[in-house]
């Protein structure tokens, strides 16, 4: 019996190496994509030209293709990742369900229809008010996430992890439904933006995007590893938690609002990007296993690392031209999704 906390003890620290060896190889390959993508584009840039261009040697044409154009879109793709990946860790935990993702549940959806909302009814010859999109864009995803949980309650029960699926794509549906009937009063420019931004086209591209979406991810990744045990204690059950002494539904809500506010200010920067809240917790779970102190830092650096090599392919795939991000994450995520179907109806 004394033996017991020395092998606890022993499994604990195989498993945080285990975990920090995952870690740095993740960041190790986010690094690697980080220098592809400044080397590569319609223009390209050696590497000796860049790293010029980064101690100030640069011509002011690389300077403005560096500076002004990839690394914004670089460091976003970073975050929008780590954004969208927890917000699906933090579902998956909370409703025990392996298919909750922000995008498939509808919550990205309600973020972008108040976007689209604001392009709609703000003029586009005028300097939007950035940093207000991501408070209009928790407004939507909040609401939306309150009608798909109301939806999915079952008395007696709580909330069903198959009916917010069900709920969840019906809500997305209409609110989809409702996103194409305002596209029909948009002026051409306002609809050149929309469907390029419901494409899930990364259009963030400046430093003030990147100030409006920092605070979010700073603020609030800390937050939700701080309350990484308690999503330990809630995915064994409601009943279980009690049991253990967690205020159940106070952690709920403070849990799901971190979640709707990473996924609406991700969306609000980078559109409507879909299946990395899904994926990126799937692998994370593979690599380090269910314990959230691991899972989520994990998850953030999953997501970090689809999002910017998707959004690299994206640029590069068919020069001059540029898919949207959204699209080749889709070509990934859906094929995924359905693999992931199959094997929970098995």
């Known amino acids: 019996m004394s033996s017991l906390p020395y092998l606890e003890s022993n499994t604990e620290r195989r498993k945080l190496i285990r975990a920090l060896f995952v870690f740095a190889i993740l960041a190790g390959l986010i690094v690697i994509a980080f220098v592809i993508s400044m080397n590569t584009g319609f223009i390209r840039l050696s590497p ?3 790293i010029k261009t980064l101690f ?3 011509t002011a044409k690389q300077n403005l293709i560096l500076f002004e154009f990839r690394l914004p879109r670089i460091v976003i793709s970073i975050l929008i990742g780590a954004g969208l990946a927890v917000s699906g860790c933090i579902l998956q935990g909370l409703t025990r369900n392996a298919l909750a993702d ?3 549940l509808g919550i990205n959806a309600g973020a972008g229809l108040m976007v689209v909302l604001f392009i709609a009814f703000f003029p586009m010859n005028q300097s939007p008010p950035i940093f207000f999109l991501p408070f209009l864009a928790l407004l939507g995803a909040g609401a939306t996430a309150a009608l798909i949980f109301a939806l999915s309650y079952e008395k007696d029960k709580g909330i069903s992890p ?3 699926v069900l709920s969840g794509i019906a809500v997305a549906a209409g609110i989809s439904a409702a996103m194409i009937i305002l596209t029909i ?3 051409p420019n ?3 933006f929309v469907a390029t931004w419901l494409a899930g086209s990364i259009w963030g591209t400046s430093w003030k995007f990147v100030v409006a979406l920092l605070p979010w991810v700073i603020v609030l990744l800390p937050f939700v590893l701080y309350k990484a045990r308690t999503l330990n204690v809630m995915n064994m059950g409601d009943m279980t938690a009690i049991g253990l002494g967690t205020r159940v539904s106070r952690e709920r809500l403070l849990l799901l ?7 609406g200010s991700c969306v609000a920067a980078g559109g409507a990007i879909g299946f990395v809240g899904l994926i990126g917790p799937h692998l994370a779970r593979q690599l380090v296993g269910p314990r959230h102190q691991y899972l989520l830092p994990a998850s953030a650096l999953v997501g970090s690392l689809l999002l910017i090599v998707s959004d690299l392919v994206a640029r590069v795939l068919l020069q001059p031209s540029e898919i949207p991000t959204g699209i080749v994450v889709a070509v990934i995520g859906a094929p995924y999704f359905l693999y992931l179907l199959a094997r929970s109806k098995a």
Do not use: D, F, H
């Open 48 to 50: 000796v030209e860049v």
């Open 56 to 58: 100030g040697a640069g």
């Open 102 to 104: 922000p995008g498939i």
């Open 162 to 164: 198959t009916r917010m």
């Open 185 to 187: 009063r948009l002026e």
């Open 190 to 192: 306002q609809y050149q």
């Open 257 to 263: 609002s971190a979640a709707v506010a990473l996924a």
